[in-house]
């Protein structure tokens, strides 16, 4: 079945700790993307890819950095800097020329 | 810069009773438009999408929205609730002309309950 796998489900962070989410898409897309979930706030765009070793800041960027050296995946990497990481983050992916974009099933982030 | 406003953070329906969910937009040029639904803990799921055909757009479970350019609006309809409608709604906009990617800009959402 072709979908977006993010791992893990659920992740713990302690506080001035570096975290990455996974994830990877088999459905061929070019264009990869994150979002951050906040109640009440819907989704903000952190980062985005059109192709492979290129991205681009999104709205939040800062606090977090990613790579693309694969087409399949796009990491991300919540870092020490971003002072508010509890959240729930989504990434997806879509084709340029598609509109639509397809999610994966989140990974809920919480620092303890 | 494009924004989306969803009016009413929550909707509260009886099962079987109309379901309206607003969406107006603000962008330069008409956009692409659509809906999501978003379950706990879930990540999103494409309800129907508008890309300039037909104005009045049907999707999945029954839901339908309407483009009016005049209004600015894309508000999300289903005509008689159900149980399982219960979920958070997501409008998203995204600019067709730009080229950078398919982007969407989300509305803040609206988290419907159904009533037995």
């Known amino acids: 079945d072709g979908g977006i796998t993010q791992s893990p489900k659920y992740l713990f962070r302690k506080e001035g700790q570096n975290v990455t989410l996974s994830c990877e898409q088999n459905?061929?897309?070019?264009?990869m993307y994150w979002y951050r979930q906040d109640p009440g706030q819907g989704l903000r765009l952190i980062y985005y890819?059109?192709?492979?070793?290129?991205?681009q800041k999104g709205d939040i960027a800062e606090g977090y950095s990613v790579s693309r050296e694969k087409k399949e995946s796009f990491p991300l990497t919540v870092t020490s800097a971003q002072k508010n990481p509890t959240a729930f983050y989504l990434c997806?992916?879509?084709?340029?020329?598609?509109?639509?974009?397809?999610f994966g099933q989140g990974t809920r982030l919480t620092v303890v | 810069a494009q924004s989306v406003t969803q009016l009413g953070s929550h909707v509260s329906v009886s099962e079987g009773a109309l379901v309206l969910l607003r969406c107006n937009y603000s962008?330069?040029?008409?956009?692409?438009l659509f809906w999501y639904v978003q379950y706990p803990n879930q990540g999103l799921q494409l309800l129907l999408k508008?890309?300039?055909?037909?104005?009045l757009v049907k999707g999945i479970n029954g839901f339908e929205a309407e483009f009016k350019k005049s209004e600015t609006s894309f508000h999300l309809t289903k005509p008689s609730a159900h149980m399982s409608d219960a979920a958070e709604y997501f409008c998203?906009?995204?600019?067709?002309?730009?080229?950078?990617?398919?982007?969407?800009?989300f509305g803040g959402g609206t988290r419907v309950l159904v009533k037995p």
């Open positions: 508008y890309t300039s055909a037909a104005t």
């Open positions: 997806a992916s879509s084709m340029p020329m598609n509109t639509e974009a397809f």
């Open positions: 459905l061929n897309h070019d264009a």
């Open positions: 962008s330069s040029v008409p956009p692409y």
């Open positions: 890819s059109q192709i492979v070793n290129d991205f």
């Open positions: 998203a906009v995204s600019d067709p002309i730009k080229a950078a990617g398919n982007k969407l800009t």
